[in-house]
């Protein structure tokens, strides 16, 4: 069974930063690619970046992605927080699951809250 799980979300003030992390864990024989997505009240779930340097508009500048292959883990730092970046925050990942697989499965984290105000 494969499990994605976040942490780092929380409050923070407008200004400040947060580090998410989004670790994979399980089954499965490699790592495609893993991203971030974020939901805000009211919205639907956009695209905040991945595959890569794939950033929204609206973050870029303020958000890095990272991966530690070694640790099936990607980052999101957050910088420059505005209270608009206020959301729950989901990690997804599209894995290989077999040596013999000839396509990808994405999957999601359980999400976290991200709070930004004063």
């Known amino acids: 069974q494969v499990q994605l799980v976040e942490s780092g979300g929380g409050l923070v003030q407008p200004g400040g930063s947060l580090r998410l992390s989004c670790a994979a864990s399980?089954?499965?024989?490699?790592?495609?690619?893993m991203g971030w997505y974020r939901q805000a009240p009211g919205k639907q779930r956009e695209l905040v970046g991945g595959g890569g340097t794939n950033y929204a508009d609206s973050v870029k500048g303020r958000f890095t992605i990272s991966r530690d292959n070694a640790k099936n883990t990607v980052y999101l730092q957050m910088n420059s927080l505005k209270p608009e970046d206020t959301a729950v925050y989901y990690c997804?990942?599209?894995?290989?699951?077999?040596?013999?697989?000839?396509?990808?499965?994405?999957?999601w984290g359980q999400g976290t809250q991200v709070t930004v105000s004063s």
């Open positions: 399980g089954r499965f024989f490699s790592i495609n690619a």
């Open positions: 997804n990942a599209d894995l290989v699951l077999t040596p013999t697989s000839s396509s990808t499965r994405r999957y």
